[in-house]
């Protein structure tokens, strides 16, 4: 298996641009985690799904950003419209058998 | 509410040395699990191991060994003869029963050639 796969793995945007990031998880995995990363606040998970429905979506910071996953090989999460405070990076991840993988992360700045 | 501390923000050792990396966790369940994690300079995020709160046996892999205490809430992460590749931001990481994984701050370890 490839693993984790996100995409892309660098962003750069100017505020106010839509992002949209892009994960593909782990064959057979039904739960898909979406983390970010900062400096100033660590790793902390902005939402989780299991099955492709939404369960908790309590550490999306805003109304501007969004997740889907229309399916169980892929998700997507925007940001609509982007601010430099959302310079991060974000990590996918999913379980499977008790363990919780991550993809490589992407690293997004907005100018 | 989970909660996780790893109250070392930074340690340095010389290559070869031993090195342990606290973690204490508070949680009100009685099921959960303990992971510890790796990210290395190039910012990946690497499984390390899964230990569940009913495992309380000691866990070693290579010169790697975690001590698991549930009396003490603690489950420290020994490594043995350092290397330089040892090099990295090590988090421990409690998961209770809703699969979502609550992160410490990390504890940033450099290895001194």
């Known amino acids: 298996d490839a693993g984790v796969i996100q995409s892309p793995r660098h962003e750069v945007t100017e505020m106010g641009q839509e992002v949209t990031l892009r994960c593909k998880p782990i064959s057979g995995h039904d739960y898909l985690f979406w983390y970010r990363q900062t400096m100033m606040r660590g790793l902390e998970l902005l939402i989780y799904f299991n099955n492709n429905v939404p369960i908790d979506d309590s550490g999306m910071p805003e109304d501007r950003f969004s997740a889907k996953m229309p399916n169980a090989s892929f998700s997507t999460l925007k940001i609509q419209p982007s601010e430099p405070r959302d310079s991060a990076v974000y990590f996918c991840g999913t379980t499977g058998r008790g363990e919780q993988f991550f993809g490589p992360g992407t690293r997004l700045t907005v100018l | 509410a989970q909660k996780v501390t790893q109250a070392q923000t930074e340690i340095s050792v010389v290559e070869k040395e031993d090195v342990t990396l606290d973690c204490v966790y508070e949680?009100?369940?009685?099921?959960?699990?303990l992971f510890w994690y790796k990210q290395p300079p190039s910012g990946e995020l690497v499984f390390l191991i899964r230990?569940?709160?009913?495992?309380?046996q000691n866990e070693i892999s290579g010169r790697y060994s975690w001590n698991f205490q549930k009396s003490t809430s603690s489950f420290n992460f020994t490594i043995t003869a350092s290397q330089v590749v040892d090099s990295a931001v090590y988090f421990c990481a409690p998961r209770e029963g809703n699969e979502k994984l609550t992160f410490g701050t990390g504890t940033r370890l450099t290895i001194i050639p």
């Open positions: 949680t009100r369940d009685t099921t959960y699990y």
């Open positions: 230990r569940n709160s009913f495992d309380e």
